[in-house]
């Protein structure tokens, strides 16, 4: 007869424990499970539960069976479920029957919510240190070119001149919005579980308040059916994920298309390229052009948990084995993405030349000749009218606002004078002086501000 079973008269069906095993991926827990019931054990000795000698034997064995996982030793059996029953058997053949007492005053179901809130904890943790990670790289290449002059966009159409360092910024402000998420859903995970018992707590004298102390929660769960049922830490992270993952997905577009002949904006770095199986003179964006299509499963592994709880009675239901997958490759694609995209982001090289040229050879200033004609006192959008037509004109003549003689100007004002030709893209830039805005000042300072939040890190 197996664990659990004694009340059963038949053993359960192959596969039944096949299809019900959860040690195949919850095996990833085993630091978490272990640090749990070693705190927990600490916790029954200072109640007088169980002795201090069976304590030091319980310690002892969970010691010793983290180094069996770590070293490959430890044979994992699907038999016996999940992570917490192949650690006790394990642990029952190593002290013997003092094993059994570890289980007192817990139950599998607060046993696994304080397991994965361990492991959120700590994902959360190593999140924000790659999202602060690639704020620098980031930080880096925008000091590094904060004079390049690029056209900006809006509908994928050159709109009006912007510093690239002021686009790069944007991101920057993206990746602190996540650092901020993450740093609110860390204050719900960090929430002890453990002392819930099955659902409606234990009838044993237990010290919560320690348990927490030991495992470093600022909080202790206020309610045990909640506590033993709750799951929202799991789709906040994952939210938070898919949001930052929307993010790097965005930037990752840019760096596929500004690498693009059609805009050569910027060089990636062969190290994050691939080529072609049959084109020698290709080398692809495979780096950004695979964080785009990742994108996707975080989002689908968000969907899922929302689903898997959307009617879920209370308390605990086995569907609940269904919140670690998602969760853990959700993890992983997030910080592999942040992780990789940091070393692509640095070693990218910027064509200034061309992103300027770009700027130069559109009719980017077109705004800017219309507040021209503002200042001298024509309403904007009568002014507007002016300058599109204006437009429309240079576009007939194959030519730029720039190579239209003072003439060709006053044909649709006569208030255009030889200072038109002061409108440049220099001047545009300049002239964007508000806060936050594109202009030199403006953008010195956002860069400062930039690196005081990541010194700020860094002292954090």
């Known amino acids: 007869m197996k664990p659990l079973r004694s009340r059963f008269q038949k053993d359960t069906d192959k596969l039944v424990e096949q299809y019900t095993a959860s040690v195949p991926f919850d095996q990833r827990l085993y630091r978490q499970d272990i640090a749990g019931s070693i705190a927990h054990a600490r916790m029954l000795a200072k109640q007088g539960i169980i002795s201090d000698k069976e304590t030091e034997l319980i310690v002892m064995g969970l010691t010793s069976i983290r180094e069996e ?31 059994g007492k570890l289980h007192t005053a817990r139950s599998r179901n607060d046993q696994v919510a304080l397991d994965l809130r361990l492991f959120t904890k700590e994902a959360i943790g190593e999140t924000v240190h790659r999202l602060k990670e690639l704020q620098r790289a980031l930080l880096d290449v925008a000091q590094a070119n904060k ?21 790069l910024l944007a991101y920057f402000e993206m990746l602190e919005r996540d650092i901020s998420r993450f740093g609110d859903c860390l204050g719900r995970t ?4 453990l002392g819930s018992g099955a659902l409606a707590g234990v009838p044993y004298p237990i010290d919560r308040a320690f348990v927490a102390q030991e495992l470093g929660f600022s909080q202790v769960s206020q309610n045990s059916i909640d506590a033993v049922s709750d799951r929202d830490f799991v789709i906040e992270y994952q939210a938070a994920a898919s949001i930052a993952m929307m993010h790097l997905s965005r930037l990752a577009e840019e760096f596929a298309l500004w690498s693009s002949s059609e805009f050569g904006f910027i060089e990636i770095d062969d190290a994050y390229a691939t080529g072609s199986s049959i084109m020698p003179q290709k080398k692809n964006p495979d780096v950004a052009e695979l964080a785009r ?13 929302l689903t898997v709880m959307k009617a879920l009675p209370l308390s605990y239901n086995r569907d609940l084995q269904e919140d670690k997958e998602g969760l853990f490759d959700s993890v992983d694609t997030l910080l592999s993405t942040l992780e990789v ?16 040229q770009a700027a130069e050879e559109s009719y980017v200033l077109a705004t800017d000749i219309a507040d021209y004609l503002v200042k001298k006192g024509v309403p904007f959008r009568e002014a507007y009218s002016v300058v599109g037509k204006l437009v429309s004109y240079a576009i007939d003549q194959g030519k730029s606002l720039n190579q239209l003689d003072l003439s060709q100007y006053r044909r649709f004002s006569p208030l255009f004078e030889e200072d038109v030709y002061a409108v ?13 805005a594109t202009g ?16 700020g890190g860094d002292e954090g």
């Open 293 to 305: 299509g990742k994108t996707g499963r975080v989002y689908g592994n968000l969907l899922g948990i």
């Open 424 to 436: 440049t893209i220099d001047s545009s830039i300049a002239a964007r002086n508000g806060l936050g």
């Open 69 to 99: 996982i770590e070293q490959g030793e430890f044979q994992f059996k699907p038999e016996l479920e999940d992570i917490h029953m192949n650690i006790e058997a394990r642990l029952a053949e190593k002290i013997g029957e003092v094993a």
């Open 147 to 167: 004079t390049v002059v690029m056209p900006g966009y809006t509908h994928l159409q050159r709109a009006q001149p912007v510093l690239l360092a002021h686009h």
């Open 440 to 455: 030199p000042r403006q953008v010195e300072a956002q860069l400062a501000r930039a690196r005081d939040i990541v010194r």
């Open 341 to 356: 995209f940091a070393g692509m982001v640095r070693t990218v090289k910027v064509n200034s030349a061309r992103t300027h």
């Open 190 to 193: 960090d929430v002890l579980p």
